[in-house]
Structures are given as structure tokens and as C-alpha cells.
């Protein structure tokens, strides 16, 4: 069930909702307001978000947080792992293929340099 489907506001703020066995990951939140957009797109996949990953704690990652853990009171929040983005996926159990998918997305949005950053070098 390897499936990365990254979520866009103004063309240039991300979140992105990973499969799982269990259902989805939500990684980041963006702005705020953008709770309505992230669970239908939840929706349209036919899956619960079951977690949320907090890449870091701009307010165009974190924005809708208060309002998902609202409507989503039984997910699980998860914050930065000290070892980078990388570390924080691996920890909580996201498959090899989907921290690779993400990655990739992150390199063609932000660079080599800012994927190296974070922990998930090329």
C-alpha cells in the first residue's frame, strides 16, 4: 500500500498523507484553515488519518494542528525526531518506499542542501 499523496496550498505550503497499514499519515498541517482540505483529501482516498507528523514548528507546517486534533481526536501527534525528518519517519515506522517517495518530494520542493538538513541526504 506504498502511496504518497502531497496536498498543496498557495502552490508553495505542502502536507502530505502517507498510506499505511493502519491508515494515514498526515505529515505537517500547513496554514491555518487548511484542516477541511487535508481530511478530504483523506476522504477521497478512503482512509482515517491516524497520525499526524510535525516536520518542524513553522506555523505553515503546524497551522491547522489545533483544529485536526479537534476533529481527530484519536490520532496520534508526533513531533520532530532529533535525527532529522529521516529519523522521525524511520522511528515511527513508515515503509522504506514511502520515506523514499517523500524524500524525493522534498528535494524536487526545497534542494539537495535542505533535504541534507533534514536528515535525508541524496
Known amino acids: 500500500m506504498a502511496d504518497t ?3 498543496s496550498r498557495l502552490g508553495a505550503v505542502n502536507a502530505y498523507l502517507v498510506a499505511e497499514d493502519d491508515g494515514l ?7 491555518p484553515r487548511s484542516a477541511g482540505k487535508l481530511l478530504a483529501a483523506a476522504e477521497a482516498r478512503g482512509a482515517p ?3 499526524i507528523a510535525l516536520t518542524h514548528a513553522h506555523g505553515d507546517h503546524i497551522g491547522s494542528l489545533d483544529e485536526l486534533s479537534g476533529r481527530l481526536p484519536d490520532a496520534e501527534v508526533i513531533k520532530q525526531h532529533k535525527s532529522g525528518l529521516l529519523g522521525l519517519l524511520h522511528a515511527h515506522r ?3 518506499s ?3 517517495r517523500l524524500a524525493q518530494w522534498h528535494v524536487q520542493r526545497h534542494g539537495a542542501a535542505a533535504a541534507n538538513a533534514q536528515g535525508m541526504g541524496t
Open 5 to 7: 499523496h502531497r496536498i
Open 25 to 31: 499519515t498526515l505529515i505537517d498541517t500547513m496554514l
Open 49 to 51: 488519518i491516524v497520525r
Open 94 to 96: 513508515l515503509s522504506l
Open 98 to 100: 514511502n520515506m523514499s
